[in-house]
């Protein structure tokens, strides 16, 4: 039990209209603190014109100790609003110890302390994964968040380290909040669900370079080739230069073998999880990596990166393979559908693992990060420069 009330004020924007990334993270996070036994208040600011896609009962908040601030704005003219009015995000909802910036777009604030969630460093490289000028805006609106922030919060180690090297923060300041899983159980049948019609591959991800899905088509590619009956179904939307992706596979020849659906349901994305043979995640950078860890979850072992943040969250329990060497990925894959002992053993590893990532846990550890930002108010940590 926490010996204060506290009152948190959160950008909830995202948790309204984003079903993955920002948007789950956000909208499991509050739903975990709301049923923590802790005296704590939230305040949740959700400021865009987009159309609301959660209930309160869907968000689980409605009865709890946590009040939204619905506000059909464009998020674009908010912070020109909050100037004119003289307000700050913190006096909208109410007034609050300490407010959380969820997502890469600051509000001011006011009196508050201020939190921030990073999860990654992508924007600051030049390796061609996403629009230059988005990681420009990215990287400016980070190194402010690492410059305002009483405590910065991560998902995994990883990113922690990243932050200090990229954006120059005191390890001091850096809270890791591991980011949970359960919440792809939620559409589970009591006794699962029956085998796929067809047996299949799974990756679900947004597709873009990163993704690295050319070199997973190239793996699937030589698995047809060798007979395997599977077809390869991709659950995620277009993303930064998805038609590099889209023009190679209209030129493969497991065409037809290959179905690429777009924004699936929660309740599909845990069928699809569960029904796999394997799900394939050969991501080339993540910040955490969570569908590797809801397809533990569901049950069905993962071939993933070594590097980045996946060599942590997936370690020991996971197929791990070079990202940018597509044989790897195939022959990782193949031991994975012919080795019943290696198979059974990572939907072991996989459960396992899938149960030390909780909401809760998540909950917790940002907890304290709240209140050791008030308790700790006025420590000015240097803050530490890269040497060019």
Same mark, same amino acid.
């Given at each position: 039990?926490?010996?204060?009330?506290?009152?948190? =004020?959160? $950008?909830?924007?995202? %948790?309204?209209?984003?079903?993955?990334?920002?948007?789950r993270y956000t909208r499991e996070l509050v739903r975990a603190l709301v049923l923590l036994d802790e005296d704590l208040d939230l305040g949740l600011f959700g400021h865009t014109f987009g159309r609301r896609k959660f209930s309160d009962d869907e968000l689980g908040i409605s009865g709890r100790r946590a009040e939204l601030l619905r506000m059909r704005i464009p998020s674009r003219i908010m912070p020109w609003l909050m100037r004119r009015a003289g307000r700050g995000a913190d006096d909208l909802v109410g007034g609050c110890h300490v407010y959380h910036h969820t997502q890469p777009n600051l509000l001011e604030v006011r009196e508050a302390l201020?939190?921030?969630t990073i999860f990654d460093c992508i924007y600051t490289l030049d390796a061609g994964y996403m629009d230059p000028a988005a990681a420009e805006r990215m990287t400016e609106v980070a190194f402010a968040q690492v410059r305002r922030a009483q405590r910065v919060l991560v998902p995994c180690q990883f990113v922690g380290a990243e932050i200090v090297m990229a954006l120059g923060a005191h390890p001091g300041r850096i809270a890791v909040t591991q980011l949970g899983c359960e919440h792809v159980l939620r559409h589970m049948p009591r006794d699962g669900f029956p085998p796929a019609k067809e047996p299949y591959l799974l990756t679900v991800c947004r597709v873009d370079p990163r993704k690295n899905h050319v070199r997973i088509l190239q793996a699937f590619e030589r698995l047809v080739q060798d007979g395997f009956p599977h077809r390869w179904i991709i659950a995620g939307p277009r993303g930064w230069q998805a038609?590099?992706?889209?023009?190679?596979?209209?030129?493969?020849p497991a065409r037809e073998r290959v179905e690429w659906r777009g $924004?699936?349901?929660? *309740?599909?994305?845990?069928?699809?999880?569960?029904?796999?043979?394997?799900?394939?995640?050969?991501?080339?950078?993540e910040g955490f990596g969570l569908p590797p860890l809801e397809s533990? %979850?569901?049950?069905?072992?993962?071939?993933?990166?070594?590097v980045t943040a996946t060599g942590e969250v997936c370690e020991g329990a996971a197929m791990m393979v070079e990202p940018?060497?597509?044989? $790897?990925?195939?022959? *990782?894959?193949?031991?994975?559908?012919?080795e019943p002992e290696?198979?059974? $053993?990572?939907?072991?590893? =996989?459960?396992?693992?899938?149960?030390?990532?909780?909401?809760?846990?998540c909950a917790r550890q940002t907890l304290q990060a709240y209140q050791g930002s008030v308790i700790k108010r006025g420590d000015e940590d240097p803050q530490l420069?890269?040497?060019l």
């Open positions: 039990m926490s010996s204060f009330n506290i009152k948190v =004020g959160i $950008d909830y924007r995202s %948790a309204l209209v984003n079903r993955e990334g920002i948007g201020e939190v921030a038609e590099l992706f889209e023009r190679v596979l209209d030129a493969s $924004d699936v349901g929660e *309740a599909e994305l845990t069928r699809l999880y569960s029904q796999a043979d394997a799900f394939l995640f050969p991501s080339l950078n533990m %979850a569901c049950g069905t072992p993962v071939v993933t990166s070594h940018s060497e597509s044989e $790897d990925i195939y022959l *990782a894959t193949k031991k994975l559908l012919t290696i198979y059974n $053993d990572l939907v072991r590893l =996989g459960e396992e693992r899938a149960r030390e990532y909780t909401w809760e846990r420069h890269r040497q």
